[in-house]
């Protein structure tokens, strides 16, 4: 979603992903055992350059209206240092670790 590009899903309709991408519209999805459908909406968006920009375009919009991104990308920063074995950051969230170059220029 976050990607701007339009979504096309094999994926279980009471799946939380397949509702969310239907509700935004910004893709198909089909179920996961409808290899014909699958095909169908595949070719749907590749020949259809309107359809794939506006659920690329509603996909984005939803994204930005539903995530909260710095406190997803401090989870992912998390996930990574500790998978690395580092010491987690602060999180840019916290205010503690503002950037005193802002405060110094004012």
Do not use: W
Request: hydrophobic share 35%.
């Amino acid at each position: 979603l976050c990607a701007g590009r339009p979504i096309l899903g094999a994926i279980p309709p009471y799946n939380l992903a397949a509702r969310t991408i239907e509700r935004a519209g910004a893709g198909s999805v089909t179920s996961p055992t409808d290899d014909e459908a699958f095909l169908l909406a595949a070719k749907d968006l590749r020949n259809d350059s309107q359809k794939r920009v506006m659920a690329g375009l509603r996909a984005r919009s939803y994204a930005e209206s539903a995530f909260d991104t710095a406190a997803i990308t401090d989870r992912f920063e998390h996930v990574i240092d500790e998978a690395l074995g580092r010491r987690p950051r602060r999180s840019s969230a916290d205010p503690s670790t503002a950037s005193t170059k802002h405060r110094a220029s004012t």
